[in-house]
Every structure is written in structure tokens, then in C-alpha cells.
């Protein structure tokens, strides 16, 4: 006899649908088998990660005097995480004035001059 499979969900033998039968031995070893090719399947294709990330972060603006101030930081963290500014400050390479990154009420970096 043809060997008995499950496809979508269904019972199939010579690619015939067949019906589910109360109480048959051969379906449920069947079942028994896809489920065991199942599990196997879920640990083989589990992944485990370990990675670290650098991103760099840029900023740059016009200082006062018009003098373009550039800023770049490497950090560990995601790309929209703009926490890596703040505290940290740059100065005019023209003028010498000194600025910080903060955040403003509407949650936008900008550079506040403290010099």
C-alpha cells in the first residue's frame, strides 16, 4: 500500500485526499511522525546570535560666526538612538565657541552655545 502523508493539514495517499478515520492506527502513527519531523525541524533551524553594534553618529550646523561645525561619535546602540549627543560638546575650529548637544521640548537635538 502507497506510503500515507499529511499536506495542508490533510490526509494524502497517491496524492488523493483521504479522510480522517477515527481510531486508525496508520493515521495516527502518521501524525505521530509529522510531529516528530516537526520538533526536529524547530531545533535545527533555532538560531543563536551574539553580536555587537557600532553606529556612528554625525551632526553638523552653522556655528555663529558661519563657520560650519561638524560632530561625529561611535556608539554602541541603534541608529535612532540620538542619546549618544548629549552631554558632549564641540567647539568652533574659527571662533571658539563652545557648544552642547541637548534636547529641545519637541525631543530635537540641537547645539546650545556655552562659550
Known amino acids: 500500500m502507497p506510503e ?9 495517499r497517491n496524492g488523493i485526499e483521504e479522510g480522517p478515520e477515527i481510531g486508525s492506527v496508520e493515521q ?7 510531529n516528530r519531523k ?3 525541524a524547530k531545533k535545527s533551524i533555532g538560531v543563536d546570535t551574539d553580536y555587537e553594534c557600532t553606529t556612528t553618529g554625525t551632526a553638523e550646523f552653522r556655528c555663529v560666526c558661519g563657520e ?7 556608539f554602541e546602540g541603534t541608529p535612532d538612538d540620538d542619546d ?8 568652533c575650529r574659527v571662533c571658539g565657541r563652545r557648544y552642547e548637544f541637548e534636547f ?3 525631543y530635537k537635538l ?5 562659550k
Open 28 to 34: 495516527i502513527n502518521c501524525l505521530k511522525e509529522t
Open 4 to 12: 500515507l502523508i499529511i499536506k495542508n493539514g490533510k490526509f494524502y
Open 68 to 74: 560650519k561645525v561638524y560632530y561625529e561619535v561611535e
Open 84 to 91: 549618544c549627543f548629549v552631554g558632549k560638546a564641540k567647539t
Open 104 to 106: 529641545d521640548a519637541d
Open 110 to 114: 540641537i547645539a546650545k552655545m556655552t
Open 38 to 40: 516537526n520538533e526536529e
